[in-house]
């Protein structure tokens, strides 16, 4: 059984920094592209980032761009997301998500993932 769990959101002040954390279980996560979305009240689910499996190719969303740095760790089967220079606008849901056989390039439509997280909530007070 696969679970993909977040950790690490929370309420901050603007320009401050946060990092997420997801842990999967019940797949070999070093085959899996990992990426992060995020849902805010009312809006559509949107691509934040995404990681190859090798850790060796990005992909980020232009709003995140320089202030948000996806990582992997395959030992510890976790994928993070660093994100620094916080806006209100960030405010969100945010979601893990994994799938294999996907390339960074082709990561931003949620339709393509197999394996979601049940989100952490960022909020981020001006």
């Known amino acids: 059984q696969v679970q993909l769990v977040e950790s690490g959101g929370g309420l901050v002040q603007a320009g401050n920094s946060l990092r997420l954390s997801c842990a999967a279980s019940?797949?070999?996560?070093?085959?899996?592209?990992m990426a992060w979305f995020r849902q805010a009240p009312g809006k559509e689910r949107e691509f934040v980032a995404a990681?190859?499996?090798?850790?060796?190719?990005?992909n980020y969303a232009d709003s995140v761009k320089g202030r948000f740095t996806i990582s992997r760790d395959n030992a510890k089967n976790t994928v993070y997301l660093q994100m620094s220079s916080l806006k209100p606008e960030d405010t969100a849901v945010y979601y893990c998500?994994?799938?294999?056989?996907?390339?960074?390039?082709?990561?931003?439509?949620?339709?393509?993932?197999?394996?979601w997280g049940q989100g952490t909530q960022v909020t981020v007070s001006s």
């Open positions: 990681m190859s499996w090798s850790g060796g190719t990005t």
């Open positions: 019940g797949l070999t996560f070093s085959s899996y592209l």
């Open positions: 998500a994994a799938r294999q056989f996907l390339t960074p390039a082709n990561s931003r439509d949620p339709i393509r993932y197999r394996y």
